[in-house]
């Protein structure tokens, strides 16, 4: 169920990939994006296929994709965008975060005032 469609999207890109991964046998029920403490600027987000989905996580869904995002990370997340990048040094999913005031250059970590 996608109730929260206005405060974290799901990029075409992203949903096809999640999508593709859900596909698999044993792959889980949802990528889970989650904000952890941590990284070079004192957060860092986590993606995760996650069996299991919390009775409080928000679930956001978009073309076969399937999204869990706990509540504290969603804050974190809000108005930002799930995105999937392929590049020469690899294919990895980008968060374009607009709560972020600095990030590193991975793009993995990153602050909030």
Known sequence: MDIA???FRLAPRAARRIATLL???D???ALRVAVL???CNGLQYRFDL???I???DVVIEADGAR???DPVSLDLLAGAELDYVEELMGAYFKIKNPNATSSCG???SFAVE
Request: hydrophobic share 35%; aromatic share 0%.
């Open 5 to 7: 469609p206005t405060r």
């Open 23 to 25: 596909s698999q046998p």
């Open 27 to 29: 792959a889980g029920a």
């Open 37 to 39: 403490a941590g990284g």
């Open 50 to 52: 996650d069996q299991t």
């Open 54 to 56: 919390a009775a409080d």
């Open 67 to 69: 999204v869990a995002i």
């Open 106 to 108: 991975c793009g993995t």
